[in-house]
């Protein structure tokens, strides 16, 4: 890091920073040393003050490499290695000219390449900004969601399980609050957190009175004081511990590099016996079959490429995200167009995420409600009769619990109502507005103490309050077969009584047939000296009150996403911690295979390995699943050599989202934790952003493969036509100056355009490809040769007419090649746009306004290249009349006419 940036960091640092080791400070110490409240947070202006003295709260910038090296990287290639040798060969043959060229042109490949790598990653860091966390602070006391970017020291920040520490933190408030700090520690167990302060020499694994910035809350909730920002953090003090940019090599471009090892051998191979065959049978002279070699590995080889696919994936990243899939590691580009099993969850993935209460179950009533959305207006029925809620004892204190035992709200905004939270807890408020029972009037009555929060392993959500005469009362509300696990008894109108198991699990059956959602909710009362509510205190002794069915309609572009996966041989699975019967009617409407043969977690834990890889495959609909049960089916699946996409959005659903061959996260709802682990995070956690992303990426390889496809023929073309010259004892029809000029033309302008090619028509009609398909298929070595030998057969006879009619006019003919290449080149870009189908149409041939502009710019360098003197000069040619150019429009029309008639063979 430069002394610039070194004194910045230094500037904003707290100025007391080393006066305080606030790992040690006792909570009661931490206002009067940050001159702030505890209780109501920073005032609007003193976080301005603060904003301007400690700056943003973000790390400077440390990139892993200098912009000089950087560009000097793009000289390490064993292409550029083979041009930069021929160069200096052809100087030492005193061949300035033509040396000096291919040093020319090795820098202008240089310079493209180090704009589109820097293009790829500036792409891949405008994604990665858009997931910019967030963080609750408590200001002016009001609770607020800022962007983490501004808190500044002082803030008063609440720590939710699933949350990323957002700075180093001063823990004030602590209920079973742990935190992961491997980031920093390299320690992989959760440390658990407290308010009480530490030794002041304790190492930085012991500090537990501290979250820091860069790690991630596991388990629990709690509340804490913000006491250093950027680079004031610990994570900011290790500089070896700052990630750079991403590497652009994927797969594909890995596979690349070991094409370009393979075929520089086999180039230098060739023109290693051709300089022999020429001197030893042909008796040439040493210098001139020299040169003819220098000839040929220039000729066949690409060297444009590697720039090409670097843009088109630059560009497939940013189609990607204004599609609402945000691509966190540029290899889930290429192994999205793979994907052969998609695992997504129900809420909001599938479905809206638009909860609405509609069904009560108390043990003597099911009572429906009426209302949609987060409209409060609504009415409670039984039996088709409007009810008074203060007449139905049960069904008011369910009201009540879910009002209580809640963290949502819902606020008016323009005449419009806005939720605020869990989408399940927002219809649980919207419930209660329906009731006439005001939450925050409930909340002042019966004031919380303490709450456990809801957790994946728990399956519960408790919250102590103070209740009347002396008594305070717990709330508990979760998944029906855990709370009935908890409760010993039952709300029987006003009466307590025994608790009827079995007919509980038949109500929850009949509310989940309905295709709706079932919660359960239970109370208990406790004695008014207990402040704190312990996990152990609860089991057995609750009261069940009764069920709520809350409905989830599919999204209408999710069924229609689902059916293209289908059309695309990839299987959706349904994979949901909610009620089987609740997802086999979801999955139903949604069209999934089979949707009346579902598996829940607990029948996964019967079955063997074998049992279980062989129901992973068949069944679609699984329900009642833990983040553990999702990563043993991933593992399964990919045990079957299955390409399996896993959503998540928990802090468990971090290992089966690293596991899965592409993790894709909740945008929305989803935890700084599952983020980390994805490859991929849906801005608008829509399922059909799934379906669009798997489309992008096969339209990406689809076009990577389409470059490699159209110019690997040119440079097999014209290496072909000089080892042919050679053999035949004949000059060469192109010189190295030239086929480095046609090579540019071809990479920098007609390639490049696939990076802006759209997907064909049958793209997501396709089986998914293979993962270790090889980078050359069958069908693509065919193609390759089959149009190398039409242009070599084009330019060569073009070259062999023009020698015959005047052996003198070698300028002229090679002028005449060069020409005929490119031509035919245009051509066959039309050919490439599609692999199989039709180019000769409307669509085919202008269907692509990218296409056509860099045809134009091509066809302007030809005429450049033909008639500009000084270009002449430096390249060997001579201007053409009319009727050459007929010729060479001739071998253009030539190739699109006989590839159009193979491409028709295949077809057929």
């Known amino acids: 890091m430069n002394e610039a940036a070194t004194r910045d960091r230094a500037d904003r640092e707290p100025a007391d920073r080393e006066q305080h080791i606030w790992h040690a400070m006792p909570t009661d110490k931490l206002a009067s040393a940050l001159d702030m409240d505890l209780e109501t947070g920073l005032s609007d202006e003193d976080v301005q003050e603060r904003q301007q003295r400690f700056g943003a709260n973000r790390l400077t910038p440390q990139s892993e490499r200098t912009t000089l090296m950087r560009f000097l990287n793009q000289f390490n290639n064993l292409f550029i290695y083979v041009l930069l040798v021929a160069g200096a060969l052809a100087s030492a043959l005193g061949e300035w000219l033509d040396g000096g060229v291919i040093f020319g042109v090795v820098l202008i490949i240089a310079i493209i390449g180090f704009i589109q790598e820097g293009r790829a990653e ?207 590691r540029l290899p889930a580009v290429e192994t999205l167009g793979a994907v052969t099993i998609i695992c997504s969850d129900k809420t909001g993935t599938l479905t809206k995420n638009e909860m609405s209460v509609k069904t009560l179950r108390t043990a003597t009533e099911d009572i429906q409600v009426e209302g949609v959305g987060y409209e409060p207006d609504g009415r409670l029925l039984s039996d088709d009769r409007e009810i008074q809620l203060e007449e139905h004892p049960a069904a008011l204190e369910m009201v009540r619990a879910a009002a209580l035992c809640n963290d949502a709200r819902i606020h008016q905004d323009d005449d419009r109502w806005k939720p605020e939270g869990d989408p399940t807890e927002v219809a649980l408020i919207v419930l209660a507005h329906r009731a006439e029972r005001d939450p925050a009037h409930e909340n002042e009555q019966r004031p919380r103490l303490d709450v456990i929060p809801f957790a994946s392993e728990r399956r519960y959500m408790a919250t102590l309050h103070d209740g009347p005469n002396g008594k305070h009362c717990i709330y508990v509300k979760g998944a029906p077969e855990r709370i009935l696990e908890m409760c010993g008894s039952q709300q029987h109108g006003d009466q307590v009584g025994d608790l009827d198991a079995d007919r509980w699990r038949q109500y929850v059956d009949e509310i989940a047939q309905r295709g709706q959602r079932v919660l359960a909710v239970a109370r208990m009362e406790v004695d008014g000296e207990i402040g704190e509510l312990d996990e152990r205190d609860l089991e057995g002794d609750l009261v069940l009150l009764g069920l709520f069915g809350l409905i989830d309609p599919p999204r209408e572009e999710a069924i229609e996403a689902v059916a293209a996966c289908q059309q695309a041989g990839i299987r959706v699975k349904m994979m949901t911690g909610d009620h089987s019967l609740t997802a086999q009617a979801i999955a139903a409407d949604l069209g999934l295979k089979n949707p009346d043969e579902s598996l829940t977690g607990r029948d996964l834990e019967e079955m063997d390995e074998d049992e279980l890889r062989r129901h ?41 989202l690293k596991r899965a061959d592409i993790g894709i996260a909740m945008g929305k709802k989803g935890t700084d934790a599952a983020r980390e682990a994805s490859a991929m995070v849906l801005a608008d956690d829509n399922f059909a952003s799934i379906e669009r992303a798997v489309e992008e990426g096969r339209r990406v390889y689809d076009n990577l493969r389409k470059a490699i496809l159209f110019l690997l023929p040119t440079n097999a073309a014209q290496a072909s036509v000089i080892v042919i010259a050679v053999l035949a004892g004949m000059a060469l029809p192109i010189s190295p100056v030239q086929i480095l000029w046609v090579n540019m033309v071809s990479a920098v302008t007609l390639g490049i355009a696939f990076a802006w090619e759209h997907a064909e028509g049958d793209l997501m009609r396709r089986k998914p490809r293979s993962t270790d398909e090889p980078l050359l298929t069958g069908f693509m070595i065919w193609r390759i040769g089959f149009v190398g030998l039409l242009l070599l057969l084009g330019t060569g006879l073009l070259f062999l007419r023009e020698q015959m009619r005047d052996p003198t006019s070698l300028a002229f003919a090679r002028t005449l090649a060069v020409n005929a290449l490119v031509i035919g080149q245009i051509a066959y870009l039309l050919n490439t746009r599609f692999f199989r189908a039709p180019s000769y149409t409307l669509q085919g041939l202008f269907g692509n306004r990218v296409v056509l502009l860099m045809i134009v710019i091509a066809i302007g360098l030809q005429l450049l290249f033909t008639y500009v003197p000084f270009m002449n000069q430096l390249f060997g040619t001579e201007p053409l009349e009319a009727m050459s150019w007929l010729y060479c429009l001739a071998v253009g029309l030539t190739v699109f006419v006989v590839v159009e008639i193979e491409k028709s063979i295949l077809r057929r």
């Open 616 to 656: 992973a495959l068949e069944t679609d609909v699984f329900a009642r699943l833990s983040p553990e049960h999702k990563l043993r089916l991933v593992k399964c699946l990919q045990a079957e050599s299955e390409v399996t996409a896993m959503t998540g959005d928990g802090v468990n659903d971090a290992p089966a």
């Open 122 to 328: 500036r792409a891949l860091q405008a994604v990665q900004g858009m997931l910019s966390s967030k963080a609750r602070v408590l200001r002016g006391g009001k609770r607020r969601k800022i962007p983490a970017e501004e808190l500044v020291p002082g803030d008063v920040v609440t720590l939710d399980a699933g949350e990323g520490v957002p700075a180093d933190i001063r823990v004030i408030h602590s209920k079973n609050l742990q935190s992961q700090e491997a980031a920093l520690t390299g320690e992989s167990t959760a440390v658990a957190k407290s308010t009480e302060p530490v030794d002041e020499d304790a190492q930085l694994g012991d500090r537990t009175s501290m979250v820091f910035s860069g790690t991630v809350v596991t388990a629990g909730r709690g509340k804490g004081v913000v006491v250093a920002i950027g680079d004031g953090t610990e994570i900011g003090r290790i500089s070896g511990m700052l990630s750079g940019i991403e590497s652009v090599k994927t797969p594909l471009m890995q596979r690349l590099d070991t094409f370009s090892q393979v075929l520089s051998g086999v180039i230098l191979a060739v023109a290693a016996a051709t300089f022999a065959f020429g001197v030893l049978i042909w008796s040439r002279e040493w210098d001139e079959m020299f040169f003819a070699a220098i000839s040929i590995a220039v000729a066949a080889i690409p060297e444009g490429l590697p720039a090409v696919m670097t843009v088109t994936l630059a560009i497939g990243v940013e189609r990607m995200a204004r599609r609402k899939a945000i691509i966190r």
